[in-house]
């Protein structure tokens, strides 16, 4: 079993007062590692208009190398802006992925748009940055990866990973919308396609991980790391029902591929669960694990899927991934 | 070329329409069966809010293209589940005979909020001479992509040179050419080529040049070959102000090729304009070419976008 010791929270968005674009939320921490700090790119949010509509905006902050809990910077605007009238990432940037290739950086991103019978869609876009990660410039106004004959709506949660020289997306593809006494709420499974470049994909087109919850279960932000030979995934998964709450709200599973595309799941060794309170005591989701000088740490959401902060984790035994 | 108007054939509100219809009989499409000719056309509900659901529906032709021997009484293909790309509406159906079966590509609508609708393309397959069709998944076989980023339908597809060509359109840009009007779009037509019909390789760029503007929009290609060249009819208009003024509206536009990949567009060589008068006089649009016996007959809507029903035309020798 994975052993984490929480280090508490590292940032809170709603400690920054002048930044219109980022009263709230700090989602879908991704992490770019520089020689003497960390970035932290995730997703925030202006307050809701009057008609509850949330917009999201990718966003970073930059943490000391030698202290991962001390913010060196917080960036000042917006470092992607929102998708043209009409388009598939009108509405939001988020989650988000963050890659580095030689001299360029990429960040994949969901999309969001919005509809009339159901409330949003998403597609997976791509943006770069030339300035190693103050800005970025999407590729094109569509997107990179988006809606198939088995993959009908809501491509999203992206994890973008180079391995053995090719690349590799997890994310998760929409399944059904159901309706209920008020809005309707959609289930979605992990899924991966791979490219040569990045930017054309070729789908797998089956579900990765067995659900939990039932057919219905919800599964997100699939983060794969390797190590010692194996693919580990950490991954948030969550009812499809009632969600908003400590009950039917997200927790982080676990799973491992030595091939990447079959994939025993055993969340019972993911190792990171609710607190007994405070900030994480309702939910934890969307887990980013990354090494640092011999470390392995954990950047996670917590309760309100994220609303609040980011929090970390670090990895204290053991340091076996083959178990 | 040069073609003889054959008058309106199918008036809509003469006929019992399957699933709530009551009127439209847009973008019609030939399927040539042993005794007959399916066309097919889309029409429309009202649903429960008030707005149009386009449906699918056929009437039979005898060869002859002026008796109706059948008119479908039941759902020929299913509009999509909640959220999915042909929710509220499949406009139009493109339908290719390939061996045994019968392939139709839909354009699926799905409505939104800032702007009023997106569209990709799916496909369905008939194992019963174009009766009924059973969709290939939920999803689309094609949607918004990196350089087409919404608004993919029109498709037209045909089989040369044991290669599958889809004709479609994509979208470029939703305009707000009036502060008190909503966004209007512009689109274009492009190329896509498949070795089974299902997974397209697409150029990536518009083909036909265009004519009045750079907002033009350019709509339902329709291609044939005939005397060692490709044809192609289209429709084409303004971006705005197009329901209403005459001149903003649909006309059929005309281009042609040697090697499917470069066009030539010379809309004077269409042979075919709007009318003086009556129901073609206003506008003409969604074309579809087809072959039947030894003629090339040409199947349009006129005013109104199809309300009250198509025509036909049939090309002199």
């Keep these: 079993m994975f052993k984490w010791k929480k280090l508490g929270k590292v940032f809170d968005p709603r400690d920054y007062k002048n930044k219109s674009w980022m009263q709230e939320f700090a989602q879908s921490p991704s992490v770019l590692i520089f020689e003497k700090h960390v970035r932290v790119y995730f997703c925030s949010r202006p307050s809701p208009t009057p008609d509850d509509q949330y917009l999201s905006f990718l966003s970073y902050i930059d943490l000391d190398r030698q202290n991962l809990l001390r913010i060196l910077n917080v960036c000042g605007i917006p470092i992607l802006s929102l998708g043209a009238l009409g388009t598939f990432d009108e509405f939001g940037t988020n989650p988000i992925s963050v890659i580095r290739v030689q001299d360029e950086v990429r960040v994949y991103y969901t999309g969001w748009t919005r509809c009339e019978s ?130 039917g709200g997200y927790r982080i599973g676990y799973a491992s591929s030595v091939d990447m595309i079959n994939w025993n799941r055993c969340d019972e060794i993911a190792g990171m669960n609710v607190s007994e309170n405070g900030w994480d005591s309702e939910m934890v989701s969307y887990p980013h694990v990354f090494l640092l000088d011999g470390e392995t740490y954990m950047l996670y959401q917590g309760n309100e899927m994220g609303r609040t902060g980011i929090g970390l984790a670090k990895l204290t035994s053991p340091q076996n991934w083959c178990s | 070329m040069k073609w003889t108007k054959l008058g309106k054939i199918f008036d809509p509100t003469e006929h019992s329409l399957s699933n709530n219809c009551v009127e439209f009989a847009q973008s019609p499409h030939a399927l040539v069966l042993r005794d007959r000719v399916r066309v097919y056309f889309s029409t429309r509900e009202r649903d429960k809010i008030g707005k149009y659901l386009s449906h699918v529906a056929f009437v039979d032709f005898a060869k002859n293209m002026q008796n109706i021997i059948d008119i479908s009484k039941h759902t020929i293909i299913e509009l999509g589940k909640l959220g999915c790309f042909d929710e509220h509406g499949i406009f139009p159906i493109h339908v290719a005979r390939d061996g045994d079966r019968v392939l139709a590509y839909t354009a699926g609508w799905n409505r939104k909020i800032s702007v009023s609708v997106d569209a990709s393309i799916g496909l369905a397959i008939s194992h019963d001479d174009g009766r009924t069709f059973q969709k290939y998944g939920n999803g689309p076989i094609m ?163 199809g309300r009250f029903g198509f025509g036909l035309a049939v090309l002199e020798k």
């Design chain 2, 143 to 305: 949607t918004a992509s990196l350089n087409e980023p919404f608004l993919i339908g029109d498709a037209f597809v045909a089989l040369f040179g044991g290669s599958y060509h889809m004709w479609y359109i994509y979208g470029t840009k939703w305009k707000k050419f009036k502060e008190s009007d909503p966004p209007d779009r512009v689109y274009k037509i492009a190329h896509a080529i498949s070795e089974d019909g299902i997974n397209w390789h697409r150029d990536g760029r518009q083909i036909i040049a265009d004519r009045l503007n750079i907002d033009e929009c350019q709509a339902l290609p329709t291609v044939f070959h005939r005397d060692e060249t490709y044809h192609m009819y289209f429709c084409y208009r303004q971006a705005h102000g197009f329901r209403k003024k005459r001149n903003n509206a649909y006309r059929l536009g005309y281009a042609y090729s040697n090697d499917l990949i470069n066009w030539e567009r010379n809309d004077n060589k269409a042979g075919i304009d709007v009318s003086e008068e009556g129901w073609d006089s206003q506008m003409q649009c969604y074309p579809h070419v087809f072959k039947s016996g030894e003629n090339f007959y040409l199947l349009y809507n006129g005013n109104e976008f």
């Design chain 1, 118 to 247: 159901v409330p949003f869609n998403g597609a997976i876009g791509l943006a770069i940055s030339h300035d190693n990660g103050d800005s970025f410039t999407r590729l094109g106004e569509g997107p990179v990866l988006s809606y198939s004959p088995d993959e009908p709506f809501l491509l999203g949660s992206p994890r973008i990973r180079k391995y053995l020289g090719k690349w590799h997306l997890w994310y998760i593809a929409g399944k059904e919308w159901l309706q209920t006494d008020t809005k309707p709420e959609p289930v979605y499974k992990i899924r991966m396609a791979s490219s040569e470049d990045g930017i054309n994909w070729i789908k797998l087109g089956k579900d990765l991980i067995q659900s939990k919850l039932g057919e219905h279960e919800c599964q997100a932000c699939p983060d794969v790391t390797f190590r010692e030979g194996k693919y580990h995934m950490f991954f948030s998964y969550r009812h499809s029902h009632n969600y908003k709450g400590k009950e």
